[in-house]
């Protein structure tokens, strides 16, 4: 069975920050699935990328669509919840439970904004880190993530070597590229000039009923970097909305409602603030900062890693994932790297799982 | 020698359009290089893109950056001046002399905005048609253009097959696929949204000074979809503006700097409504349009056809290129197809001359 359980942790000791600060006290919202054996071995960690949340499996009574995972984690699913116990945590940073910038910024009851701190992904996992050993959990089965997810895995496995047996990466790189950065710019950018974001000062709740456009503008260049010039053409080829005139100046083809409908209906259940910080998170990931080389961050690694890429990402190509690869092999440590054959893009990771899920089960046997 | 000149066209009959609108009158700037000889043979027509106008080549006195082709043209290259004539125009709809959206809407001395036609890349070629008709051009030994310019050398080579009897077309499709118009959308999207652009209300010569921050978001976009994920990597790879903190939340990658300083310099001589308008015609570019099939559509040309497209091109894939020179194929009509082996992107046919150069010399024999 799924079991589905949410929960919130909150921690009153400091969690020391990369960038020197700290967060004091803060809180992890997380969710679990299936049950935690007595020697506690069979635990499996998913980390969840941008947008994400706990939320990987399952439906809540009155939701409509399942968790981001479902059609991976699920009784007698790839990730078998009658035989593993499941563990997701919203980020710190995100706007789904965990400590953000809109959360009080103690003592105070006033959100931090911008007083909160810039994280890093290695943060991220700290506040993970803790969290786990809290639950009495020192060591996982595997750890599994996508795209920010898999940055996330990767780090996991580089800073806290004895805790996964295994990691599963995919759709994700060891430093986010140029190409990506730029694609966030433009996110970050609309954001900060949209007169509605008041300069971060918004009240809470202010977006859930007509969005922010700013923001909607934002995704609709992720919506791009996440698909492909092929997947596009499929999905939308270069239909006309109807009732829409070819000639009126606003006339829109499916692409463009496609983009308008699903950019600011996500601006209305996803805060800006924790936008902006995450995607900062994301643009300064560099696993070999502070190290010689990408194999010299990656030589005390022991887990058994698994790198899967798309071959029509343009966020995160394949060859990012292929030098990872070859920083393991350097090392003589055990690395798998599948490349997986699809037109998709990014969201291949979310979207192709029968693409992919034969390796998901390799890995984790 | 470049014998470089400038010029305006006032035409009082109406200018028919494919929406069944009129434009009327209307004026086309145009700029002239070389000399036109006796027979009138020696004409070469230049079309440009999006953000182009019809100063390709040379340098005004006080201008620091001399015309978007001046590697290309000019006595002793490619196109050379002491042996042709080549004749560029501002395409109608576009801010550089030519009518546009912020012109007068003769009889009112009110400028049009909003009650502006949508234009095709038919009428624009239309109005150009024209002027040379009124120059007494009626041939040309050749015409050329990239991007939105190699769409219009098409559409030119199909309404007027007997004008050119050489066409070349560089990073171009036969039809806007959705990818591009998801692109087009960010723009569209974030000039709209943008409280300076007063829905188009805006006075003119508003953004001179400071900019327009909507159009500069859509220009970021704009930006991205000419590049490539190497060709931004290789330029930027993951610099950090100095004196920019990395625990700054706005902290600035090389690449960062790059779009917001390119993209708001760009708002200060773009027009918005007119930026808006050549989308549109760029969306609703689709060649085939009211034929059974391209092949269909390109049966009449009596052109020597040339495609150049670009590897990397993410905009307009080589791929649609290689699908105009397989209808030509089909319809036994000359056609060469050349894929230039470059990992820039789409602005390849703006940057790299020199992998492309020998092509054009060839195909001008």
Not at 113 to 122: G, N, S
Not at 223 to 235: D, E, G, R, V
Not at 341 to 361: P, Q, R, W
Request: aromatic residues 14%.
């Amino acid at each position: 069975m799924l079991n589905l359980q949410t929960h919130k942790a909150r921690f009153t000791n400091p969690l020391y920050l990369e960038s020197g600060r700290i967060l004091e006290p803060y809180e992890i919202a997380y969710e679990t699935y299936g049950t935690l054996n007595d020697d506690k071995s069979n635990v499996i960690v998913v980390f969840h990328a941008l947008t994400g949340s706990h939320h990987v499996a399952g439906t809540y009574e009155g939701e409509s669509k399942a968790g981001w995972w479902d059609g991976l984690i699920g009784a007698g699913k790839t990730i078998d919840t009658n035989r593993f116990f499941v563990i997701c945590t919203n980020v710190i940073g995100s706007c789904f439970g965990s400590t953000s910038p809109m959360s009080d910024n103690y003592p105070s009851t006033e959100p931090f904004r911008y007083k909160f701190p810039v994280l890093t992904i290695a943060d991220m996992v700290k506040a993970q880190y803790i969290l786990f050993s809290s639950l009495g959990i020192h060591h996982a089965f595997a750890a599994i993530g996508g795209s920010m997810g898999g940055m996330q895995a990767l780090q996991f496995a580089q800073r806290y070597p004895n805790f996964a047996a295994r990691t599963i990466v995919l759709a994700a790189t060891h430093a986010t590229s140029a190409y990506a950065i730029a694609f966030n710019k433009i996110s970050q950018e609309a954001i900060l000039k949209d007169p509605a974001f008041k300069n971060g000062y918004y009240e809470k709740g202010a977006f859930a009923q007509n969005g922010l456009s700013g923001m909607a503008i934002g995704r609709m260049a992720g919506h791009i970097s996440f698909l492909s010039h092929s997947s596009m053409s499929k999905k939308f080829g270069r239909d006309y909305v109807q009732n829409d005139g070819l000639y009126e100046l606003f006339g829109r083809f499916e692409v463009e409602r496609y983009l308008e409908y699903n950019s600011y209906n996500f601006t209305r259940w996803f805060d800006p603030l924790s936008y902006l910080y995450i995607i900062k998170a994301i643009n300064i990931f560099d696993l070999g900062r502070g190290y010689d080389s990408l194999a010299d961050a990656l030589k005390h690694l022991k887990t058994k890693l698994t790198l899967i890429s798309f071959k029509a990402d343009l966020l995160f190509l394949p060859q990012e994932s292929l030098e990872i690869h070859q920083a393991m092999q350097a090392n003589n440590l055990p690395s798998t790297y599948i490349e997986i054959d699809s037109n998709y893009g990014h969201d291949a990771f979310l979207v192709e799982l029968e693409l992919f899920k034969e390796h998901i089960t390799k890995a984790l046997q």
